[in-house]
């Protein structure tokens, strides 16, 4: 194999962050499976965790990032003075009472 056969996996998180390791998700299995065929097992399996660990983060933050949006909109719409804070207050509100029910 020459230079760059996982796409330089090893720089993807430290360039790209939790988005580098999702989208390349085919070369960290590839991985696991060069990592497995060399008797790596554990290598192989904390490779595999670190996947699936992303995926569960990804999944998390968009969870918790989309029931923030509409309050960052409404925070940053208000000191660019284009909402009134009852906008915000509104936004707030629903915000709240989303997270509690």
């Known amino acids: 194999m ?3 056969s996982f796409d330089y996996l ?3 998180y430290g360039l790209n962050g939790l988005d580098g390791i999702i989208s390349h998700s085919e070369e960290i299995k590839e991985m696991a499976t060069s990592l ?3 008797g ?3 290598i192989a399996s904390d490779t595999e965790s670190a996947l699936e660990l992303a995926t569960v983060m990804d999944d998390i933050l968009r969870l ?3 029931r923030l949006e509409p309050v960052w ?3 940053e719409f208000n000191c660019s003075g284009d909402w009134g804070r009852e906008r915000v207050e509104k936004t707030i509100e629903k915000y709240r ?3 509690h029910s």
Do not use: N, P, S
């Open 10 to 12: 090893y720089t993807i």
């Open 64 to 66: 918790v990032i989309g």
């Open 40 to 42: 790596y097992d554990d």
């Open 2 to 4: 020459a230079a760059g």
């Open 36 to 38: 497995l065929e060399m």
């Open 73 to 75: 909109e409404a925070v």
């Open 97 to 99: 009472g989303r997270k």
